[in-house]
């Protein structure tokens, strides 16, 4: 049996740390090499009895912490983690703990990564047969701690899942003039990716499984205290792919003109009061 990037146990889940670092530092090269930003995608990246535990836990889910329904995210929803069964929210933190981190430091090149123990936006995303998400730059500060979101890690969770099913997670160049890579959601797949305000990606090819099964996958997100007073910050970014029918995100549009139009003081009075967007 080929061994995993990261042989976590699947009882415990616990990783020696030295293996952890080793195998991040191993694959340094090759993520900080990936264009048009740094990137990676990792197979048999975790015991794969550890995913399985996970899927076992999502037969019951209960209700989502956020649901999209619109042109740009369509029939997504998210799950906190902490409000799932008790070896998922284990294996949440077992990718928020000091070896996971060290591994992604030594695969990245940042230093001082902060795990999100809030799990803003992150935990278990679901896509329904029908939806996708558009192709986007993510937010870029995490309100609660004043951080500044660094990199995404994605886990997927769909045993025997192929291209034709659609969903595939797409890299785009910053100039959103093409498809640079794409990687199909197979099951123990991890893709990494650093974040900023022109990394431009998604899964934006509608979800088509012949049997009705959703796109699951792992999501979390790392910050660094980079974040200073001379930043602005800004919710998800959609764009639309050339010569498709993805259309133009007039919400986040109207939000950022009526911010720029008012004062502080009076926009945040008001912002609660205009319609809900990614976030």
């Given at each position: 049996?080929?061994?995993?990037?990261?042989?976590?146990?699947?009882?415990?889940?616990?990783?020696?740390?030295?293996?952890?670092?080793?195998?991040?530092?191993?694959?340094?090269?090759?993520?900080?090499?990936?264009?048009?930003?740094?990137?990676?995608?990792?197979?048999?990246?975790?015991?794969?009895?550890?995913?399985?535990?996970?899927?076992?836990?999502?037969?019951?889910?209960?209700?989502?912490?956020?649901?999209?329904?619109?042109?740009?995210?369509?029939?997504?929803?998210?799950?906190?983690?902490?409000?799932?069964?008790?070896?998922?929210?284990?294996?949440?933190?077992?990718?928020?703990?000091?070896?996971?981190?060290?591994?992604?430091?030594?695969?990245?090149?940042i230093e001082g990564l902060i795990p999100d123990p809030y799990f803003i936006g992150a935990g278990i995303?679901?896509?329904?047969?029908?939806?996708?998400?558009?192709?986007?730059?993510?937010?870029?500060?995490?309100?609660?701690?004043?951080?500044?979101?660094?990199?995404?890690?994605?886990?997927?969770?769909?045993?025997?899942?192929?291209?034709?099913?659609?969903?595939?997670?797409?890299?785009?160049?910053?100039?959103?003039?093409?498809?640079?890579?794409?990687?199909?959601?197979?099951?123990?797949?991890?893709?990494?990716?650093?974040?900023?305000?022109?990394?431009?990606?998604?899964?934006?090819?509608?979800?088509?499984?012949?049997?009705?099964?959703?796109?699951?996958?792992?999501?979390?997100?790392?910050?660094?205290?980079?974040?200073?007073?001379?930043r602005k910050s800004h919710t998800t970014i959609f764009r639309p792919r050339p010569n498709t029918a993805?259309?133009?995100?007039?919400?986040?549009?109207?939000?950022?003109?009526?911010?720029?139009?008012?004062?502080?003081?009076?926009?945040?009075?008001?912002?609660?009061?205009?319609?809900?967007?990614?976030?």
């Amino acid at each position: 049996m080929t061994t995993p990037t990261l042989p976590f146990g699947a009882k415990d889940l616990t990783l020696d740390t030295a293996v952890a670092k080793a195998a991040g530092k191993a694959l340094n090269e090759k993520y900080l090499g990936a264009e048009p930003y740094h990137h990676i995608c990792i197979d048999n990246f975790l015991t794969p009895e550890i995913l399985d535990g996970v899927r076992q836990d999502l037969g019951t889910l209960p209700d989502a912490e956020s649901a999209f329904d619109r042109a740009q995210e369509k029939l997504k929803t998210s799950y906190n983690p902490e409000r799932l069964p008790s070896y998922t929210r284990r294996v949440f933190h077992a990718l928020n703990s000091q070896p996971f981190i060290l591994f992604l430091e030594e695969m990245t090149g940042i230093e001082g990564l902060i795990p999100d123990p809030y799990f803003i936006g992150a935990g278990i995303h679901k896509v329904a047969n029908g939806g996708h998400l558009d192709i986007h730059a993510d937010f870029n500060l995490h309100k609660q701690m004043n951080v500044e979101r660094r990199l995404n890690v994605l886990i997927y969770l769909n045993k025997g899942w192929k291209e034709e099913y659609g969903s595939s997670f797409e890299v785009w160049d910053k100039e959103m003039t093409g498809k640079v890579a794409g990687f199909v959601p197979h099951f123990n797949r991890m893709c990494c990716f650093s974040t900023g305000s022109d990394t431009f990606h998604g899964n934006p090819e509608t979800v088509n499984h012949p049997d009705g099964e959703h796109r699951m996958s792992i999501a979390l997100y790392y910050y660094t205290a980079t974040w200073d007073s001379s930043r602005k910050s800004h919710t998800t970014i959609f764009r639309p792919r050339p010569n498709t029918a993805d259309q133009v995100d007039k919400l986040v549009a109207r939000r950022a003109h009526i911010e720029d139009a008012l004062p502080p003081m009076l926009y945040c009075r008001i912002a609660h009061h205009l319609p809900k967007i990614g976030l």
